[in-house]
């Protein structure tokens, strides 16, 4: 396509963003055309983002907490799995599963993130337990716990049905799930990364029960590996297809791939200009899920930053203890303070506001940090431009 031909093209899909008609395969596939502006499509997602969620940029105080890094499953992507006998594998005793509970209370997180590896020794009842355990002794820190994959490793370990499972594990104090898993649902990727693990069918699945039964859940995308332009926006009306369906994604997370330590080790990590144009493009194909989040552990403070606007509406948090993508080679701090996240969002002209897991205004103490309440959704109080 000639310059005129890519400014009439990219004019029509304009006229589809403003008009609210939704975006086809097609029109995703072109946006990833180096020849298109990225500052074009960057200012086309910045007004979706300012349509559903004003100037306003959310973030919240978290902690992760990764149980276990021993993994029967190999995907080549991942640089935080282990051996069993490898010098690098550790589980955590209920000692340090309640010490870092009750670090996250002293600094008044209002959210712990749980994921790990499918340890081939540890029964369901002990992936349990770690729920049960922080529930009963840290209430009110809503536990945002295990991805699709590790749903599956425990279908299979008790031999129950995926909603038996979830409604057990929201029994033991579960209240949402994480995104992580999806990678790319396109099998040409899906069978070079990780095999073995949780399919498409199954990961959708597993989101699908979870919304049925109430669970809100995030969704991801892992891109800038061995993927393609098509692939990438696939994966995305997969996305959009099963939100139509049950409207239980609750914010989309592009997560970029860190190529070091990992069997992909010869691939060189996307450029901020990638990150910004997938971040954009997801927002103009994601039509119906409220939220983007910059994930700025991944992205890089800078790059998350100026994701703002770019289609974001969300930095993520303080993400105390972040190990996974640290051991794949990100190196962003481990943890930020609230007064830095408010400070970058604040420098990148939007409006802090602190949510809980589920999007809802968090209230403070103002003479005690870690004392917090959950108040109105998020989209309640939003004062559109």
Same mark, same amino acid.
């Given at each position: 396509m000639n310059s005129q031909e890519i400014t009439a093209r990219f004019r029509e899909i304009r006229d589809k963003v403003e008009s609210e008609e939704r975006l086809s395969l097609d029109d995703g596939i072109f946006l990833y055309d180096p020849a298109v502006p990225l500052q074009e499509v960057g200012e086309l997602a910045n007004f979706v983002r300012e349509r559903k969620n004003g100037n306003v940029a959310y973030f919240n105080i978290n902690t992760h907490l990764n149980p276990t890094n021993v993994c029967v499953y190999r995907c080549r992507f991942c640089a935080?799995?282990?051996?069993?006998?490898?010098?690098?594998?550790?589980?955590m005793s209920d000692e340090q599963i309640?010490? *870092? !509970?009750?670090?996250?209370?002293?600094? !008044?997180?209002?959210?712990?993130?749980?994921? !790990?590896?499918?340890?081939?020794?540890?029964?369901y009842e002990w992936y349990r337990h770690i729920i049960e355990l922080l529930t009963e002794h840290y209430p009110k820190i809503h536990l945002k716990a295990w991805t699709a994959v590790e749903i599956n490793w425990?279908?299979?370990?008790?031999?129950?049905?995926?909603?038996?499972?979830?409604?057990?594990?929201?029994?033991?104090?579960?209240?949402?799930?994480?995104?992580?898993?999806?990678?790319i649902f396109h099998p040409e990727v899906r069978d070079q990364l990780c095999e073995?693990? $949780?399919?498409?069918? $199954?990961?959708?699945?597993?989101? *699908?029960t979870a919304h049925e039964i109430g669970l809100r859940t995030n969704c991801t995308m892992l891109y800038g590996h061995v993927e393609k332009a098509f692939h990438r926006i696939d994966h995305l009306?997969?996305?959009?297809?099963?939100q139509d369906q049950t409207g239980g994604f609750q914010v989309f997370i592009p997560l970029a791939f860190h190529p070091e330590n990992t069997k992909l080790s010869d691939i060189k990590k996307p450029s901020a200009l990638m990150d910004l144009r997938t971040m954009a493009i997801s927002r103009l194909m994601l039509d119906n899920v409220q939220h983007i989040k910059a994930y700025w552990i991944m992205l890089g403070i800078e790059t998350a930053q100026t994701a703002l606007a770019y289609g974001a509406d969300d930095i993520d948090g303080t993400v105390r203890h972040e190990l996974i993508y640290h051991d794949a080679g990100a190196t962003t701090p481990e943890c930020l303070t609230v007064d830095s996240i408010r400070q970058l969002i604040?420098?990148?002209? *939007?409006?802090?506001?602190e949510r809980d897991t589920v999007y809802r205004r968090i209230h403070r103490d103002e003479n005690d940090f870690t004392q917090w309440e959950s108040g109105e959704s998020v989209e309640s109080s939003l004062i559109h431009p």
């Amino acid at each position: 396509m000639n310059s005129q031909e890519i400014t009439a093209r990219f004019r029509e899909i304009r006229d589809k963003v403003e008009s609210e008609e939704r975006l086809s395969l097609d029109d995703g596939i072109f946006l990833y055309d180096p020849a298109v502006p990225l500052q074009e499509v960057g200012e086309l997602a910045n007004f979706v983002r300012e349509r559903k969620n004003g100037n306003v940029a959310y973030f919240n105080i978290n902690t992760h907490l990764n149980p276990t890094n021993v993994c029967v499953y190999r995907c080549r992507f991942c640089a935080f799995r282990s051996d069993l006998r490898d010098p690098k594998g550790y589980v955590m005793s209920d000692e340090q599963i309640l010490a *870092r !509970g009750q670090e996250a209370t002293e600094n !008044g997180c209002t959210e712990m993130h749980i994921v !790990g590896g499918l340890h081939h020794q540890k029964p369901y009842e002990w992936y349990r337990h770690i729920i049960e355990l922080l529930t009963e002794h840290y209430p009110k820190i809503h536990l945002k716990a295990w991805t699709a994959v590790e749903i599956n490793w425990f279908e299979f370990q008790t031999k129950k049905s995926i909603e038996w499972v979830l409604q057990d594990m929201r029994d033991a104090g579960l209240g949402s799930m994480p995104g992580g898993g999806a990678e790319i649902f396109h099998p040409e990727v899906r069978d070079q990364l990780c095999e073995h693990k $949780a399919n498409t069918h $199954a990961w959708l699945d597993i989101h *699908r029960t979870a919304h049925e039964i109430g669970l809100r859940t995030n969704c991801t995308m892992l891109y800038g590996h061995v993927e393609k332009a098509f692939h990438r926006i696939d994966h995305l009306l997969r996305l959009r297809d099963l939100q139509d369906q049950t409207g239980g994604f609750q914010v989309f997370i592009p997560l970029a791939f860190h190529p070091e330590n990992t069997k992909l080790s010869d691939i060189k990590k996307p450029s901020a200009l990638m990150d910004l144009r997938t971040m954009a493009i997801s927002r103009l194909m994601l039509d119906n899920v409220q939220h983007i989040k910059a994930y700025w552990i991944m992205l890089g403070i800078e790059t998350a930053q100026t994701a703002l606007a770019y289609g974001a509406d969300d930095i993520d948090g303080t993400v105390r203890h972040e190990l996974i993508y640290h051991d794949a080679g990100a190196t962003t701090p481990e943890c930020l303070t609230v007064d830095s996240i408010r400070q970058l969002i604040t420098e990148a002209g *939007r409006e802090p506001i602190e949510r809980d897991t589920v999007y809802r205004r968090i209230h403070r103490d103002e003479n005690d940090f870690t004392q917090w309440e959950s108040g109105e959704s998020v989209e309640s109080s939003l004062i559109h431009p």
